[in-house]
């Protein structure tokens, strides 16, 4: 049995009279890919926003590294990163110029060298010297993909990470990620809306709705378990279109 990178004991987290997550819990274990799934508004974003110690958690757990995020915040965070296309970076810096700011804040050596390797990686070293301002939805995110590659982490924490890429692209981006895991064993939590996609990378899945874990599993386990029959291939499209149903209908 692998050994857990991070667990996640009863976390609930309440805005107001608004609770957003409820006594989620799961453990992602070193070296895998694991889906955090649902529909808009199931609580994806707030469990990785207090994942990353963005938000405070109004009650629950959460250990990473086998340390308490609260008591070691710093020191786990060195060796984790993130990425989201929703995460905007300062517009007025250049692309190498956002890069180095992060690579400072994160101790990486060498970082000249690092930040024309991830450059190149990503197919972005003709915009190195222009301003984030300009670049396109597709090119920020391969600028996110760079960021969130610098310290070259251990655990890293994957929002929507191919969205806006063209298919290329985008596969690029997948077969890198499987290549991290394979031969460096890095962990990746992992949320797409993309059900093809997630069948593809994630061994495991968390799925969430209404703040609540409704299953857990491979990607089979999931489709059985949302569908309530038996299946010989996951369909993870169908079952989140049967939750996504469930909630307007309710």
């Known amino acids: 049995m692998k050994p857990s990178i991070a667990e996640i004991k009863n976390l609930s987290k309440s805005f107001g009279d608004f609770a957003a ?15 955090l799934l649902g529909p808009n508004g199931a609580g994806k974003t707030t469990t990785i926003h207090m994942i990353l110690g963005l938000i405070t958690p109004t009650a629950g757990e959460i ?9 070691h915040r710093h020191e786990i965070l060195q060796e984790m990163n993130f990425t989201s296309p929703y995460v905007a970076f300062p517009t007025r810096l250049t692309v190498y110029e956002n890069l180095v700011v992060f690579a400072r804040m994160y101790g990486v050596p060498n970082r ?3 930040i024309e390797e991830l450059l190149e990686t990503f197919g972005i070293t003709s915009l190195r010297d222009k301003p984030i301002a300009r670049l396109s939805s597709g090119e920020n995110t391969r600028v996110g993909l ?11 924490l994957l929002d929507e990470p191919t969205a806006y890429l063209d298919p290329e692209i985008a ?8 290549k991290l895991q394979r031969e460096r064993g ?9 059900m093809a996609e997630v069948e593809q990378m994630c061994s495991r899945i968390i799925f969430l709705h ?13 489709t059985q378990a949302i569908l309530r029959e038996q299946r010989d291939e996951p369909a993870l499209e169908e079952a989140f279109l049967r939750i996504a149903r469930e909630r307007i209908s309710a």
């Open 63 to 71: 250990r990473i590294f086998g340390r308490d995020l609260r008591a």
């Open 21 to 35: 997550v409820r006594d989620v819990s799961f453990e992602i274990l070193s070296g895998e890919i694991m889906g």
């Open 171 to 178: 596969w690029q981006v997948r077969e890198m990620m499987l």
């Open 112 to 114: 000249r060298e690092r």
């Open 186 to 194: 890095t962990t990746i939590l992992y949320t797409s809306h993309n």
């Open 146 to 156: 760079a960021k969130a590659m610098l310290n070259d982490p251990k655990f890293l």
């Open 210 to 222: 209404h703040g609540r874990v409704v299953a857990s599993g491979t990607p089979i386990e999931i």
